[in-house]
């Protein structure tokens, strides 16, 4: 029963990607700027016949629902065609750099929940104590506190003054690592090479920290509200009457009734992780997906941003699927 | 209240908006005493005033140019540092223009563009919400069905793509932030009015024959009143922030007139001798903002405790 519902989500996610990908075609196109003209001007002279030839290669010079059957189709068959400014597979370019959105993502993730669940837990357990009041002005201050920022401001300290952290990049420029999968931290482990982790890990720990540091205060912000609400409930007081110990009471019997709905909102986060992130990227010359879609919306390469925008979207719908799928596991009471 | 018997005859408009402007002043009341209890939010409503009575005033608060400096007076640092000067109580950016100055005048710039933007996302999605939440219906799938797809674009990617479509400028960035951010707005009224659909005084309304426009924009509109203002307040940071990212990223409003966020990325090439030029807007920003959630969260405790800040 649960799989059909999970296969009927995942039909009912077709026309929502098809309508995205259909938006984003005729937004690009519509965009005033021809991507041979952009191209050209990096280039310096070329002839007209030149500029023909490239046209109908990119298949510019036909009607545009022709242009757009081409790309649905092709997209059908998961081709997402060649870049125009990069003369490559848009999907290899994304398979390129996806694996550093994701390390960053995943960087950040771990930093959020790190810091959120204890905190969120112990400020329900100690509600209006001093820890609880300074934990929630700091979650507001993480939720009012612009990326971009925050980031410089760990530049300054860690990397300017204390020089403790390195301020760009993934990895040291002259440390050799071979990779396999793209994703620094794991292939320096499987290939055992310690000094290209140390430079990695060390390299991931301010654009986590940035980029984690809403995620830590949201999540925190909702562990404690769902805690404070499970520690006042019956099952929790029958718990505490039975002589159940403090922690058990706290980390059983509470704790896995207030995952319920900070699963959701981690879940959420997921997806504004991985396509929140081009400024993250941009303040510390992170070489992922999101700064490769905004040089290639300014270099009007249609394909490349059609392509991440899909990869974007699939994305979303993902994280909202298995928000769905783990809140029913965690709370069979509701179905999908 | 209103009790009509059937030998009675429907209030007059006189009766019913008198008992309504008594409801109204109650609330008012209440709503002020409740407001006694939120100290830290009456704190952040003063600070979001101060900022724009700032903003409203800065030719009469600041004395030097906003957009022009002296590059006699490069990179001064701000008056509580030692070498500091009074003159420039911030310090000054790489062009020798005053950050005070400047951070006085780009509050103008992140003002406007959150306030109108949210404004105008505020009335285009609750028109639409309670258009879909009362007909549903085709219209409603149609609606909902855009909403959804717009939903699953990353918000600042959009914009970005909107500023390439739109070019830069004021109003493009406004209508840039406009193009997505009505969606939660519709999101929201349309739920409330599908909730607030199957009430009785609804039904009350359409069998003494009122036309649905009227029963929409005078009976049901004022009761999600309350939770849609409390989105609103609450959305004007998300959008300050931002303004200020697209700003950084040099997509916002243009040099030379002064925004916050293009301050910061100016700042970025002195990190290692004026700590002070990325700083202090960065300052700027998250005191509007951290005032305006402070704020956004004692209505929320007020009005609607079910809206949480995400």
């Not at chain 1, 952009?38 to 990119?58: H, K, N, P, T, Y």
């Not at chain 1, 990695?200 to 830590?216: I, K």
């Not at chain 1, 520690?231 to 110990?245: C, E, I, P």
């Not at chain 2, 600041?62 to 310090?91: C, I, K, M, Q, Y």
Request: net charge positive; glycine share 10%; with cysteine.
């Amino acid at each position: 029963m649960r799989l059909v519902k999970i296969v009927e989500r995942l039909l009912v996610a077709i026309p929502i990607m098809t309508g995205v990908a259909v938006i984003v075609f005729f937004f690009m196109r519509l965009t005033p700027g021809d991507p041979v003209d952009i191209m050209m001007g990096q280039g310096g002279a070329v002839s007209a016949g030149e500029m023909e030839r490239l046209r109908s290669e990119f298949n510019l010079d036909k009607p545009l629902h022709e242009q757009l059957a081409i790309f649905l189709l092709d997209l059908a068959r998961g081709d997402m065609g060649n870049s125009f400014t990069r003369q490559r597979p848009v999907a290899q370019l994304i398979a390129e750099r996806l694996p550093a959105t994701i390390e960053l993502a995943l960087g950040a993730l771990i930093f959020g929940l790190l810091v959120a669940f204890p905190i969120g837990i112990i400020s329900a357990v100690r509600q209006n104590s001093l820890t609880d009041r300074l934990s929630m002005a700091g979650a507001f201050l993480g939720i009012s506190m612009p990326p971009f920022w925050l980031g410089i401001l760990l530049i300054l300290i860690f990397s300017v003054h204390l020089k403790w952290l390195p301020v760009q990049g993934r990895i040291g420029s002259d440390v050799h690592l071979t990779t396999i999968t793209g994703f620094y931290v794991l292939d320096s482990l499987l290939t055992g090479n310690r000094e290209a982790l140390v430079s990695s890990l060390r390299h991931l720990v301010l654009p986590s920290v940035t980029l984690g540091a809403a995620v830590a205060a949201i999540v925190a912000r909702v562990l404690r509200s769902s805690m404070l609400e499970c520690l006042r409930s019956d099952y929790v007081k029958l718990a505490r009457a039975k002589g159940v110990s403090e922690f058990s009471t706290v980390a059983k019997h509470a704790l896995r009734n207030a995952l319920i709905p900070t699963v959701t909102v981690v879940g959420l986060q997921v997806g504004v992780l991985l396509g929140g992130n081009m400024i993250v990227e941009a303040v510390f010359g992170w070489p992922g997906l999101g700064r490769l879609v905004v040089d290639a919306i300014f270099a009007r390469d249609f394909p490349l941003v059609q392509g991440a925008v899909m990869v974007y979207a699939f994305t979303f719908v993902a994280a909202n699927l298995v928000v769905d799928v783990l809140y029913t596991y965690l709370n069979p009471k509701i179905e999908m | 209240m209103a009790t009509t018997t059937a030998s009675e005859s429907i209030p007059s408009w006189r009766y019913v908006w008198g008992v309504r402007w008594r409801l109204w002043r109650q609330n008012a009341l209440e709503f002020w005493r409740e407001l006694h209890k939120h100290p830290i939010s009456v704190a952040g409503g003063v600070v979001m005033v101060a900022y724009v009575l700032a903003a409203l005033f800065a030719e009469q608060i600041t004395w030097h140019n906003p957009e022009l400096g002296s590059l006699r007076n490069r990179l001064l640092p701000p008056a509580f540092v030692a070498s500091g000067s009074w003159d420039f109580p911030l310090g000054t950016d790489a062009q020798g223009r005053d950050l005070y100055t400047r951070i006085v005048f780009g509050a103008r710039v992140s003002l406007a563009v959150g306030i109108l933007s949210v404004a105008i996302s505020m009335v285009v999605g609750v028109a639409l919400g309670a258009l879909a939440g009362y007909r549903r219906g085709r219209i409603d799938g149609l609606i909902s069905r855009f909403a959804d797809l717009l939903m699953a674009f990353p918000f600042l990617i959009f914009a970005i793509g909107m500023m390439a479509f739109l070019g830069p400028g004021f109003v493009n960035l406004i209508l840039a932030l406009t193009f997505k951010g009505w969606v939660e707005f519709f999101r929201l009224a349309r739920g409330d009015m599908i909730a607030e659909g199957t009430r009785e005084y609804v039904e009350a309304a359409r069998v003494t024959g009122q036309k649905p426009w009227r029963i929409v924009v005078g009976e049901m509109l004022p009761n999600i009143l309350p939770t849609i203002f409390v989105l609103t307040t609450l959305r004007i940071g998300f959008m300050i922030v931002t303004e200020a990212s697209l700003s950084f990223l040099g997509l916002g409003i243009q040099p030379p007139t002064p925004a916050w966020g293009s301050m910061v990325a100016d700042g970025r090439n002195h990190l290692l001798n004026a700590w002070w030029v990325s700083t202090m807007p960065g300052l700027a920003i998250v005191g509007l903002v951290l005032a305006i959630n402070l704020f956004g969260e004692g209505l929320r405790d007020i009005l609607d405790p079910r809206l949480k800040l995400e």
